[in-house]
């Protein structure tokens, strides 16, 4: 064995030398700097030859042909667009009542004299006011704050709901909708990261896909769900740290009337070192000793919370928003708010009506203590309607009534609830209004009936109120 | 010799090698024709040379024909590019009609008053000569040259008024001049660096203090507040200023002091009558007028001032739906729908309208409310350049053969957007061939008429009844009642069945408060102003004089030699400042002279692109605008922001004199 093992050894090495002479043959002698070179040149020299011609050669491409003229003719006859809007339905069709008069506790609709439940603080003391500022400048104020839009009474407007809620600043948006959606682009950017209630309305909502930052809901109004979040978010993410970090709540929800428990969001804003933002919108004038809103009612140092905003359609009775926080937070948005920067502003004698109903809700507490009775009897007298159960807080100006059996869908059960209020107008003259969602709105909460309480409303005019929502309840639910 | 009631009037551009050789392409029509000039009428026609070089061009005349009714052949003649330079002609026997050239370079050759075609081409030849000589000064490309074609009424020249009939051709071509744009770029730098200095020493110092809140980030990272902190707060005060009356023609400034360089500035009680140069007031509409302010005070008192709630749930009232049809009837569409606010219709409707899947098509310079609008719809965003219809076309093109990113799909839908008048340009939208192509191209046409419904247009109805376009050719006619109509909010008109899918879906319906019902009535009450229904004529008068007054107010700036962009008729023009340091000396010089003019800076405008922007209202009096330009000019002097020579009135004077003898 050993011997045919070394015969075959013996066989490859000749048969290797045979080759490496071969191949040594035309150099054999050849010395480079000392160096003996063997015939490994030769393949090498091959092999550089080899790499230097595949380095030329252009790499492969697939051939590039762009669409001609004709073809690209061709692709823009075929296109058929859709159609702008898809065709509409019945649904659609659908007019609101008209009002024929101001929209107090009571109004005429269709002639008929109706009861109905917006305007928190009806027709205060506004309207002297109001005059005046038509008369002194006009209706519309021609132009942003920055090129001549801002008259006077703006400035004095802020530093009026600055001294009203004990903040260093204000700042005046011309739109109650448009406050939020300018507020939270204002001040969060890429990669920030947001943590949301799930029911925020959709300005909120607006908002936030304008700003492009990192978007966490947590569940509504679940406190535990928003620890968790806010461990989630900062726990695994090493650059939190680095990043702005928000929690944007809203004080009384509209899309289910809860009230947000503020000071178990500062706990935790402040353990997880998270800036909140609070939309104030439906508390303001209404939450809180003298109004002052949630943070007054929850008893929290406003100064905590870092930015507010809120819409001054609701219980101020005028129309437009502010922002309000700290000097740093407002002189900001000053130029780098769109909803600021590039719309006209709010017409003054709206603004010279937001300080007159201020004005009202300082001087008359009463009107608070009424608006607050006739919530706690209206959350009384409604307890106990069929079929529908109040969601609200029992503290909330929106009371918020839904059904207790689902109809299977929003949209049917936003029909049942269209019948209510029809049958419920037509029949006791009494106006509410159902929770309509837009389609590109992304709130999931179930929809329902919101009575907005005012503390304009007489306590017969709420009991009166609770029988026939009672009696339409039963009446239209009996039909379904 | 007098009444040529009716007769077609064409002006062409056909010296094809002359534009070929500096310019790569044209971009428009080179010829257009009027069917009919009425006596005193001002028309204007535009097409863009894109140039090869950006620089400095100096050119030589361009050939234009001209065909009269009255003569069977085109008639030629040569233009050379010049400053819009009016030269008036004697006229030639009975021949009614006149073209006159105007050969106007610089300085060293005198405004020739010259008699029919054989001296054009004289005209030519010795600007070309001493073009080639190197005898003329050679200015820079100016952005346009005129073509003055006169008709002659009256045999008297000084009677007639100095604009009578002139075909201008716009050369769109803002080039910053070289020196201008290294001055600004330096100044900017010099900002930068210094800005940037300041800034480590305050953090230096706040690393000292330790002031900071730990555990957060700060509000503002990094560069985010950079350009507030260094450079904005430096003008401050030529922003934000307070007025304490009705921003109407003359309004009172109120003055303000600041006492920690700038940083935060403090109203005064003391007030400053100035002349209004910058407010939205098209029509004079802002202050208490003796029509509409009675109104909308009865209106006030039976609806109050706010609805308090949203349109759905009882904010409409009978008010409200009278306003939706004065609308629709006024702007010519089947229905519409208000919102309280001009920002928040573009910004809520737009993601209603076009979705995930949907192409928007935005013209580059559009507003903020639509950027943001568009932004918000989760369609896929293009942009085609400012006003250039070509370019449109190209994206349209592309777009469809590409389909959706990725998947290729075909696109659902395409929408592209435009403005009426461009508010920072002053520039009408070129309407007419931008619709032409969307038809061609099954894209619909979201035209927002925010600066000119109610501001243009004979009868006020904005970019669409100026340049003769259809209303059922726009899809969507969106809208703001701050401008003219001196309230507030805006609308979307469109078909009927538009509007009730508008009305069922969108936010800004559904949940924010209606418009407040005396800014409702104010916008009605203006719009029965406008047209007539008040049984007065002060409708037609006012929409008379903004028209009469911008087109004064931007041939006076023309003249005195500043930089005046936009489009004859619109009542919006910037005047280029470029350099950030003539930005506050512009406003501050102004204000000193009670003239409060609007400038704008970064955040609205591209960063060198400075500039001032005047609006014109037709509640400034003659008086008020030969102020204004005595002002605008002096300060323009100090400034220094005349970039180009002024037409001089001595020689003018001279030339006049000569054709007089």
């Known amino acids: ?480 | 010799m007098k009444s040529e009631e009716s007769s077609a009037y064409d002006v062409t551009l056909i010296d094809d090698n002359w534009a070929q050789e500096v310019f790569d392409s044209i971009i428009g029509n080179t010829s257009k024709s009027w069917e009919r000039l009425d006596a005193g009428s001002l028309v204007s026609h535009s097409f863009e040379l894109e140039s090869k070089t950006k620089t400095v061009y100096y050119g030589a005349p361009a050939l234009i024909t001209y065909r009269v009714p009255t003569r069977p052949k085109l008639q030629e003649a040569y233009s050379t590019p010049i400053l819009p330079v009016k030269i008036l002609l004697e006229p030639t026997g009975s021949k009614n009609i006149q073209l006159a050239v105007v050969n106007f370079t610089g300085i060293s050759l005198l405004p020739k008053a010259l008699f029919g075609s054989v001296n054009n081409f004289f005209l030519n030849i010795v600007a070309e000569k001493r073009r080639k000589r190197g005898r003329v000064k050679t200015n820079p490309l100016p952005p346009y040259f005129v073509v003055a074609v006169r008709e002659f009424l009256s045999p008297s020249l000084s009677t007639l008024p100095r604009t009578d009939r002139i075909a201008v051709f716009h050369f769109k071509m803002i080039t910053i001049p070289y020196l201008t744009a290294l001055t600004t770029y330096f100044s900017y730098g010099l900002l930068f660096a210094f800005g940037q200095l300041r800034d480590f020493f305050r953090k230096t110092v706040d690393w000292w203090s330790h002031s900071t809140l730990q555990g957060y980030a700060p509000i503002c990272l990094g560069l985010e507040d950079f350009y507030i902190r260094r450079l904005y707060l430096r003008i401050q005060d030529c922003f934000n200023r307070p007025i304490s009356s009705p921003p109407d023609a003359w309004f009172d400034v109120v003055e303000r002091v600041s006492k920690d360089n700038n940083k935060t500035l403090n109203r005064t009680t003391r007030v400053q009558r100035c002349l209004n140069l910058g407010s939205y007031n098209y029509l004079g509409f802002a202050a208490a007028d003796e029509y509409c302010t009675p109104r909308v005070i009865e209106t006030l008192k039976k609806f109050s001032a706010s609805t308090c709630s949203t349109r759905v749930d009882g904010g409409t009232t009978t008010l409200h739906a009278e306003l939706e049809e004065c609308v629709a009837n006024f702007v010519g569409k089947p229905a519409a729908v208000v919102f309280g606010m001009g920002y928040a219709t573009n910004s809520a409707i737009l993601p209603v309208l076009v979705g995930k899947g949907g192409l928007i098509i935005s013209d580059s310079l559009n507003h903020n409310s639509i950027v943001n609008g568009a932004r918000g719809s989760g369609a896929t965003v293009r942009v085609f350049q400012h006003n250039t219809p070509s370019h449109l076309e190209k994206v349209l093109r592309e777009q469809i053969a590409e389909g959706q990113p990725r998947t290729h799909r075909p696109w659902k839908k395409i929408m592209v957007l435009v403005e009426g008048i461009y508010s920072m340009e002053g520039e009408l939208c070129k309407l007419p061939e931008i619709v032409s192509i969307c038809k061609k191209y099954k894209a619909y046409v979201y035209l927002d008429e925010a600066h000119s419904i109610g501001a243009i247009g004979k009868t006020g109805r904005g970019v669409c009844e100026l340049l003769g376009v259809d209303t059922a050719d726009v899809d969507i006619l969106m809208g703001t009642f701050t401008k003219s109509f001196g309230s507030c909010g805006g609308y979307i008109a469109g078909s009927k069945e538009l509007i009730q899918y508008l009305k069922y879906t969108c936010p800004a319906h559904l949940y924010a408060t209606s418009i407040s019902p005396p800014a409702a009535q104010q916008i009605i009450s203006a719009l029965e102003v406008i047209l007539g229904e008040d049984g007065s004529s002060r409708g037609a008068l006012k929409l008379a004089r903004i028209r009469e007054n911008s087109n004064f107010f931007r041939s006076e700036l023309h003249k005195m030699g500043f930089e005046v962009l936009g489009d004859n008729d619109s009542p919006v023009m910037p005047i280029m400042l470029y350099n950030p340091a003539k930005i506050p000396a512009f406003s501050r010089e102004c204000l000193k002279r009670n003239v409060a003019v609007v400038t704008v800076a970064f955040p609205a405008t591209p960063l060198l692109l400075a500039r001032a922007r005047i609006c014109i209202s037709a509640a400034h009096s003659r008086e008020d605008l030969i102020k204004a330009l005595e002002v605008i000019s002096s300060v323009g002097d100090m400034v220094g922001i005349k970039y180009f020579p002024a037409e001089p009135k001595k020689q003018q004077l001279e030339e006049a004199n000569r054709v007089k003898l």
């Open chain 1, 1 to 480: 064995m050993d011997t045919m093992w070394s015969a075959f050894e013996n066989m490859v090495k000749s048969a290797s030398d045979w080759v490496t002479l071969t191949f040594d043959a035309p150099s054999a002698r050849a010395v480079v700097f000392g160096v003996p070179i063997g015939g490994h040149l030769f393949v090498e020299g091959l092999l550089f030859v080899v790499i230097l011609f595949l380095l030329t050669q252009k790499s492969y491409k697939p051939p590039k042909r762009p669409l001609t003229k004709k073809e690209i003719d061709e692709l823009c006859d075929e296109w058929i667009p859709e159609p702008l809007i898809p065709s509409v339905t019945e649904e659609m069709k659908y007019e609101p009542p008209a009002l024929e008069s101001a929209a107090g506790p009571h109004t005429v609709i269709n002639g008929k004299e109706c009861f109905t439940w917006f305007s928190i603080y009806s027709n205060v003391a506004k309207q002297d006011s109001c005059t005046k500022a038509l008369e002194k400048y006009g209706v519309g104020s021609c132009g942003p704050r920055g090129f001549y839009g801002t008259i006077d009474v703006h400035l004095d407007c802020e530093s009026r709901i600055a001294k009203f809620l004990g903040t260093t600043d204000s700042i005046l948006y011309s739109y109650g909708l448009s406050t939020l959606f300018s507020t939270i682009p204002a001040f969060c950017k890429r990669g920030d990261v947001v943590v949301v209630d799930e029911g925020v309305h959709w300005g909120i909502q607006n908002g936030l896909h304008l700003s492009r930052s990192t978007i966490i809901y947590f569940k509504h109004n679940d406190m535990k769900s928003l620890q968790s979040t806010l461990e989630n978010a900062t726990h695994d993410n090493k650059q939190a740290k680095k990043l702005r970090r928000y929690i944007v709540v809203e004080a009384v929800y509209q899309n289910s009337g809860q009230i947000a428990p503020l000071d178990e969001i500062i706990r935790l804003k402040e353990k997880y070192r998270f800036r909140v933002i609070l939309d104030e919108s439906n508390s303001i004038g209404v939450l809180g000793s003298s109004g002052r809103g949630l943070t007054e009612h929850c008893k929290v140092p406003i100064e905590k919370v870092d930015i507010v905003t809120a819409a001054m359609g609701h219980a101020l009775a005028t129309e437009g928003g502010f922002c309000t926080g700290s000097a740093r937070v407002i002189d900001h948005q000053r130029l780098s708010s769109s909803g600021y920067v590039f719309s006209a502003s709010l017409p003054p004698y709206l603004a010279s009506a937001a300080i007159t109903a201020i004005d009202v809700l300082e001087e008359n507490p009463v009107l608070i203590k009424k608006l607050k009775e006739n919530i706690s009897n209206l959350h009384k007298g409604l307890s106990d309607v069929q079929g529908l159960e109040i969601v609200s807080d029992p503290q909330s100006p929106i009371v918020f009534l839904k059904l207790k059996k689902s109809m299977g869908s929003l949209k049917a059960d936003l029909q049942v609830l269209e019948d209510i209020a029809d049958h419920l107008l037509k029949e006791y003259s009494v106006f509410i209004s159902t929770s309509k969602r837009s389609t590109v709105d992304k709130c999931k909460l179930p929809t329902g009936i919101r009575l907005f309480v005012s503390a304009a409303h007489t306590e017969s005019d709420l009991e009166k109120a609770c029988e026939s929502l009672k009696k339409t309840t039963s009446h239209v639910l009996a039909g379904h």
